[in-house]
């Protein structure tokens, strides 16, 4: 059974950061993401990776401030955020899929985690 756990929001001012973490069970998938769904707007991609070869991608509004890597051994996907602005106030969701596909494209991922809240105050 598929199983997604996310852990690591939390409140922080502006500038400030926070490390996102998702756990997952059964085999390894071939690309995993990070979306993020701020009060009153749609979900929306902001970063994901290929879980073999490693290769990553982000929105254009986070480059260079957050970064995805994966734990292979431990089967992990990680979301540092760094510099974090109030508008990157949302619930961070952790998603994986074993198809291929856009990577950018939320309807491509088939399990979803339950959601970790992000708060940016200014």
């Known amino acids: 059974q598929v199983q997604l756990v996310e852990s690591g929001g939390g409140l922080v001012q502006a500038g400030g950061s926070l490390r996102l973490s998702c756990s997952a069970s059964?085999?390894?998938?071939?690309?995993m993401g990070w979306f993020r769904q701020a009060p009153g707007k749609g979900r929306e991609f902001v970063a994901a990776?290929?879980?073999?070869?490693?290769?990553?991608y982000y929105i254009d509004s986070v480059k260079g401030r957050f970064t995805i890597s994966r734990d292979k051994a431990e089967n992990t996907l990680y979301l540092q955020m760094n510099s974090l602005k109030p508008e990157d106030t949302a619930v961070y969701y952790c998603?994986?899929?074993?198809?291929?596909?856009?990577?950018?494209?939320?309807?491509?991922?088939?399990?979803w985690g339950q959601g970790t809240q992000v708060t940016v105050s200014s």
């Open positions: 998603a994986a899929t074993f198809r291929l596909g856009p990577l950018m494209d939320k309807e491509k991922y088939d399990y």
């Open positions: 059964g085999r390894a998938f071939s690309r």
């Open positions: 990776i290929r879980w073999s070869e490693g290769n990553t």
